[in-house]
């Protein structure tokens, strides 16, 4: 056998390591826990309706500022079980920054060679602004982190690693964060191992579905064909009914689905993969996909998309993930 490099060591324990986290967090998006999470979804979709009703009449309205918010608080209250308060939101206003910064300052150090020696990084101007970056971006994760142990602490709740849902049926929703603070409790994983868990889940779980769905309102509008076929739909679901949309209409929702991944083949939320695989893989992000469904249903239904900003004009900045460089325009009308 030819003795393993130091590479490939390493590979080895980031592969263990993935595969114990995941293992500890996948139950946390069992269906029967996303049929829990839908709720959530459905209460931030009808206030995101409410932000839109109040754009409507305006001559263009900045689509990214709205979903953002909107997917970043889906994400708070489900898989981090906390809803955003005020001081809450004044952070995530350096979140949402901070993020900007990171995925400028990662696209920057790539074309830069000299910049990948860490120490010259760490001294240049670019690499001082990603560690003021990374700091905000560790201040919201971490005050979430605390109120969630403090709110199971002052409520004495008790959390089940197992995920048993019988016991988070009496509060109704289950949090990621809580699978992780129990685990912290049996020795299972550390500090920064939940801070860099919540990290990943905020950030993937929130801008990429904001700029999924940004892209593809924007390109919705362009295509009135499109636009109204997803409407007879809705309609074919929900009749005249303003109702809120159950599990299984979601599952009706066959056009409006090919519509998404089309949108998403057209405007892939993340344009490169930086691994490679060794065996086949189905992939099913149940999560996002319910999220993007429930958004675009309940807005196609009570307003019409008009286009202010044309799909040739988009140019496209890629940092972590594909950004529009300039404002994503439309204009929202009501449904009569």
């Known amino acids: ?77 489900t898989a981090m079980g906390t809803s ?36 010259i990084f760490a001294c240049s101007k670019i690499g ?68 860099a868990e919540v990290d990943t889940f905020m950030f993937e779980g929130h801008d990429t579905t ?3 769905l940004s892209f593809m309102i924007t390109r919705i509008a362009n295509e009135p064909e499109i636009q109204n076929s997803i409407y007879e739909e809705m309609l074919s679901i929900f009749g005249e009914s303003q109702r809120r949309p159950t599990l299984e209409d979601l599952t009706k929702m066959k056009y409006l689905e090919c519509c998404i991944k089309e949108s998403l083949r057209l405007y892939p939320s993340v344009p490169f993969i930086s691994r490679y695989i060794t065996e086949e893989v189905e992939l099913s992000q149940k999560f996002a996909m319910m999220e993007m469904k429930t958004m675009m249903s309940s807005l196609l239904r009570r307003f019409r998309v008009e286009p202010v900003t044309k799909p040739d004009d988009i140019t496209f900045t890629c940092d972590l993930v594909l950004r529009a460089t300039h404002p994503l325009f439309v204009r929202f009308l009501q449904r009569k």
Not at 85 to 113: E, M, P, T, W
Not at 133 to 139: G, P, Q, S, T
């Open 1 to 77: 056998m030819n003795e393993l490099t130091h590479f490939e060591i390493f590979l080895y324990c980031l592969g263990n390591k993935w595969h114990q986290r995941r293992k500890m967090l996948t139950r946390t998006f069992h269906f029967n826990i996303l049929k829990k999470y839908s709720r959530t979804m459905i209460e931030q979709a009808e206030e995101l309706l409410v932000k839109i009703q109040a754009e409507v009449g305006n001559n263009q309205t900045d689509v990214l500022p709205l979903i953002t918010k909107t997917t970043l608080n889906v994400m708070c209250e």
């Open 84 to 119: 955003m308060n005020k001081d809450q939101q004044i952070i995530s206003d350096k979140y949402f920054q901070a993020i900007h910064r990171i995925g400028q300052s990662v696209g920057q150090r790539l074309v830069r060679v000299w910049l990948y020696i860490d120490a």
């Open 128 to 195: 001082k602004i990603q560690k003021k970056a990374i700091k905000d971006l560790h201040e919201f994760t971490m005050k979430i982190i605390q109120e969630r142990k403090d709110y199971l602490t002052n409520n004495n709740v008790i959390t089940n690693a197992d995920g048993d849902d019988e016991v988070y049926g009496k509060t109704g929703r289950l949090a990621m964060l809580d699978l992780l603070l129990e685990n912290e409790k049996q020795g299972m994983i550390d500090v920064e191992g939940i801070r």
């Open 210 to 212: 904001a700029m999924a």
